[in-house]
């Protein structure tokens, strides 16, 4: 393993002491046709999020935008078929465990972002997933990234960032996490961990206020958004009537005691299901939600089907 070159250390300036290395070896990476896609890790409000813009504007600082920040996959998806996109611009999309959960993935967005990380390859695009956890997001979308990453804040002044290289085993595709080796000049360096100063992601603000008040704006409404949505889910789904309160599973049993007044051509429709329920239970449940119960109780007919569903 060889000790980084004096020409390669990273610079004094506070901005920069994020190494120079590995930002030009990204830039290779585009270069020579590829992307660049990472995860970045870490506990709520340990700075993942400013950490990957920052990595985005030290890569492309003249490209740095707004657009640059995403919280949906649709946001996403326009901005890689954005057709004034050039090789080398960056994107965070933060937190998208939200929108990119494991547990929806059968959903038709989810499934046309996973296709679109196979093949936007030919673009050689930046793409940076700020994520409490690796595990939020589904495992196809997981195998298309180049770099793990952990933050760790230790105090104000500075934070660590850790980054893994992602092995997977194409026989029995378990994966494996060695620390990341960048390959420059025919020379292996290794790259364990990255200081990155708070004075960093100051100057950042500083060059750029115009563009990071716009995200910051972003980031708030879209948590706003995101409380409220699943507050009015919770009220709508535990509705009380006569005391007692109603989840999805009770609705789920409900209807699948009464399954026949919810058949469409010999198959549960969500339709029925909504209007059954509106009767029953005297408040009208959500689409998602009646199509949630079509799910449960056909999921359970396949795994148990002479059992009568019950959960």
């Given at each position: ?165 992602l092995k997977i085993n194409r026989k029995t595709g378990d994966m494996y996490f060695p620390y990341y080796r960048a390959y420059i000049n025919n020379r292996v360096y290794a790259l364990k961990n990255v200081q990155v100063l708070n004075s960093a992601i100051k100057k950042l603000y500083e060059r750029n206020k115009e563009t990071m008040d716009i995200i910051f704006e972003k980031m708030e409404e879209f948590k706003e958004k995101t409380m409220k949505k699943d507050r009015a889910t919770i009220q ?76």
């Amino acid at each position: 393993m060889k000790r980084l070159s004096k020409s390669l250390q990273p610079s004094q300036d506070p901005e920069y002491k994020f190494p120079i290395l590995f930002v030009k070896h990204i830039r290779h990476l585009n270069k020579i046709k590829y992307n660049w896609a990472q995860i970045v890790t870490g506990k709520p409000g340990s700075g993942k999020t400013l950490q990957a813009l920052l990595l985005s504007y030290l890569i492309s600082p003249k490209r740095f935008n707004p657009s640059c920040y995403a919280v949906t996959a649709g946001e996403f998806m326009d901005w890689v078929n954005d057709p004034n996109r050039q090789a080398g611009d960056c994107i965070v999309w933060d937190e998208p465990g939200i929108g990119l959960k494991a547990r929806h993935w059968y959903s038709l967005s989810n499934i046309m972002v996973g296709e679109t990380l196979q093949v936007y390859r030919k673009k050689k695009l930046n793409v940076f997933f700020a994520v409490t956890d690796f595990s939020f997001i589904d495992i196809q979308a997981r195998k298309q990234i180049t770099c793990f990453s952990e933050i760790q804040r230790f105090d104000l002044r500075y934070a660590r960032m850790w980054l893994y290289d992602l092995k997977i085993n194409r026989k029995t595709g378990d994966m494996y996490f060695p620390y990341y080796r960048a390959y420059i000049n025919n020379r292996v360096y290794a790259l364990k961990n990255v200081q990155v100063l708070n004075s960093a992601i100051k100057k950042l603000y500083e060059r750029n206020k115009e563009t990071m008040d716009i995200i910051f704006e972003k980031m708030e409404e879209f948590k706003e958004k995101t409380m409220k949505k699943d507050r009015a889910t919770i009220q709508e789904i535990e509705k009380e009537r006569f005391g007692k309160t109603y989840t999805i599973f009770d609705m789920a049993n409900l209807v699948a005691k009464n399954r026949e007044k919810c058949i469409l051509k010999g198959k549960l429709n969500w339709c029925l299901i909504h209007a059954f329920l509106t009767k029953e239970l005297g408040f009208a449940p959500s689409r998602d939600a009646c199509r949630a119960i079509k799910f449960l109780i056909e999921k359970e007919k396949e795994t148990n089907p002479q059992n009568e569903y019950n959960m």
